[in-house]
């Protein structure tokens, strides 16, 4: 009987202090429940740093602009959307597990005429550096995406399978590019033929080609100062000398580059010597060629 009254007291204690409960009816987006998540059902937003790129390249990629692509293991569920984002979510059952941006798509890897892979960056950050994916192609009869992997920490991997590579041809940048910017690279091979400009000018020349086709995006500010620090760095030099020896031997070091320096400047007056030969004489190919055509006409 003691036992009832207890009962009854205890719940009209609990009635006299009710606490808010609260029904979550939104779905888990992490560990295990994610696998059954339906794409296009609204869960948690990942924040992206930066928009994606216009899509650009072979138009026969474009009808994957809206699609998504997954790939589930034990670990992580891997979503790669093309020209658009890549994303990881942890499978582990646990409330915080990972889930984030591996990259946002940005531009193309470009080799050999042919462009070679996607690639993704300013992803989430990971430690002093942005996670980043490159997406490489397989030829297959279905768009899959086949395999992930991380060769360097926070730097991702990817394998496509798609049809869209198969045809020898189907990756070509040449073809893609229009008519004026392949006269320019027309001219950027005869000038490397001639030696008129190095390979590196040669490449730069191509990089400011695939840049104004929006196939690769400009370089930052930061990235432009970072390449220019590193291909004009100077050798380390000895700031103070023990005996005369030492002044003399870097004294050496100094006359030898300012013989180098002289030796390429040199050669870049008569590259820009040559180069204006080549003008002139193309003019007086083009005069002589008029004066041809008036004397047939006059005749």
């Known amino acids: 009987m003691k036992l009832h009254f207890f009962v009854i007291l205890v719940i009209q204690i609990i009635l006299a202090n009710k606490i808010p409960i609260k029904i979550v009816q939104e779905p888990a987006t992490y560990g295990f429940y994610a696998s059954n998540i339906i794409q296009g059902e609204n869960v948690d937003q990942l924040i992206a740093r930066t928009k994606p790129s216009n899509f650009s390249g072979p138009l026969q990629f474009k009808s994957l602009v809206g699609q998504c692509f997954n790939l589930t293991n034990d670990q992580y569920r891997y979503v790669l959307c093309p020209f658009y984002n890549f994303t990881q979510h942890e499978m582990a059952l646990r409330w915080n597990a990972y889930q984030g941006i591996l990259g946002i798509w940005k531009e193309w890897e470009i080799e050999n005429n042919t462009f070679t892979a996607m690639i993704y960056s300013k992803g989430d950050l990971c430690g002093n550096t942005d996670r980043s994916a490159k997406v490489i192609f397989q030829c297959g009869t279905e768009n899959v995406l086949l395999n992930v992997t991380e060769p360097t920490k926070c730097q991702y991997q990817a394998i496509f399978m798609t049809p869209f590579i198969c045809h020898k041809d189907s990756m070509l940048v040449y073809p893609r590019l229009p008519p004026p910017l392949r006269h320019k690279w027309d001219n950027l091979e005869t000038d490397l033929a001639l030696g008129y400009i190095t390979l ?82 193309f003019q007086i190919k083009l005069v002589s060629h008029e004066i041809i055509i008036l004397y047939i006409s006059l005749v």
């Open 200 to 281: 590196k000018g040669y490449q730069i020349g191509l990089r400011n080609l695939f840049e104004l086709a929006n196939f690769q995006q400009l370089q930052s500010v930061a990235e432009e100062t970072t390449i220019t620090l590193t291909t004009t760095a100077m050798p380390n030099r000895q700031t103070g000398f023990e005996n005369v020896e030492q002044c003399k031997n870097a004294y050496e070091e100094l006359r030898k580059e300012m013989d180098d320096l002289k030796q390429q400047i040199e050669s870049l007056k008569l590259v820009m010597d040559l180069k204006s030969v080549k003008d002139f004489l």
